[in-house]
């Protein structure tokens, strides 16, 4: 079974600039997550769609960051314009969400962002 | 919202040796999740344990719910098991909960 997949790996970007990153989740996940990891912590939850309705997205930064899943399936997130404090891990995730049954979540690689 | 506190924070050991990571959490749950974060930054899943005991190799972990902890035993520890690893929570309806992650080195 093909795991959560995205791209790019790596993106270094200038202040101002946008960026965008995409997900494929795991084949038949309904709900999909985006995550942000700044160094030395945890993930932080930005936005949860289910299918492709927003589920939470009370962390996102709507200002700048934005995100979207088209037919329920893939995801993009975008920043735009990109700040300093932006430099940091953006992980995918995707689940199952049956109640009484499973709620585990399947991490993508991650795209690392650097924003000089 | 669920609180979750990892200990301890930084971890030295000497291949071979055995090791326990402990996870307190606020709130009931109905996930928990146990990872290993790589140093290329991918996060592993581990176990899924709400509640009850798993064993995967060296590695078997334990929740007990109703006290609102979870242990997860490495035994013979391998350089490879060096990284992050993080315990995540998820009570009712509510997000994801990371803790700050315990950092295990293993040296040869």
């Known amino acids: 079974e093909a795991g959560v997949a995205q791209s790019p790996r790596y993106k270094i970007i200038e202040k101002r600039q946008s960026v965008a990153f995409w997900c494929n989740p795991i084949s038949g996940h309904a709900t999909l997550y985006w995550y942000q990891q700044i160094l030395g912590q945890g993930p932080k939850l930005l936005i949860q769609f289910q299918n492709n309705g927003v589920v939470d997205d009370s962390q996102l930064p709507k200002d700048r960051f934005s995100a979207e899943r088209l037919k329920g399936v893939d995801s993009t997130l975008k920043i735009q314009p990109a700040k300093l404090e932006d430099s940091a891990v953006y992980l995918c995730a995707s689940s199952l969400d049956i109640p009484r049954y499973s709620y585990e979540q399947y991490f993508g690689p991650g795209t690392r962002l650097t924003v000089t | 919202g669920i609180q979750v506190e990892q200990s301890p924070p930084d971890l030295i050991l000497q291949e071979g040796a055995n090791s326990t990571l402990r996870c307190n959490f606020s709130?009931?749950?109905?996930?928990l999740q146990w990872f290993h974060q790589n140093p290329w930054g991918q996060l592993i899943n581990l176990f899924y344990?709400?509640?009850g005991t798993k064993q995967n190799g060296r590695l078997s972990a334990t929740t007990v719910a109703t006290e609102r902890y979870s242990l997860l035993y490495i035994s013979s520890s391998q350089t490879t098991d060096s990284g992050v690893y993080f315990c995540?929570?998820?009570?009712?309806?509510?997000?994801?909960?990371f803790g700050k992650g315990t950092k295990l080195t293993v040296n040869p």
């Open positions: 995540a929570v998820q009570g009712g309806s509510e997000k994801l909960v």
């Open positions: 709130d009931s749950v109905n996930n």
């Open positions: 344990i709400p509640s």
